[in-house]
């Protein structure tokens, strides 16, 4: 997800209207992306669920990162 842009970061949600600082609090990086998110910081946790209907054949997923205190970093579905 990471290295196809799909990542709900701050970066992404200034420019959607869903936030007004793109900063990345965790480690203090002018911007967070994704790729600074995933390779540039220590390490996160990764909690993901998904669901699917298979006489329907539709199917979703979603989850959060969390650093290592527990903080939201970004969710994604």
């Not at 990345?24 to 669901?51: F, K, P, Q, S």
Request: charged residues 25%; aromatic residues 10%.
């Amino acid at each position: 997800m990471a290295f196809k842009d799909r990542l709900l970061t701050n970066k992404k949600g200034v420019r959607r209207g869903l936030g007004d600082n793109s900063a990345y609090g965790i480690c203090g990086h002018n911007i967070e992306d994704a790729i600074h998110t995933i390779r540039d910081c220590n390490w996160i946790y990764m909690y993901t669920d998904g669901a699917v209907k298979a006489d329907l054949g539709i199917a979703t997923a979603g989850g959060v990162m969390l650093d290592r205190n527990g903080k939201w970093i970004l969710g994604f579905n």
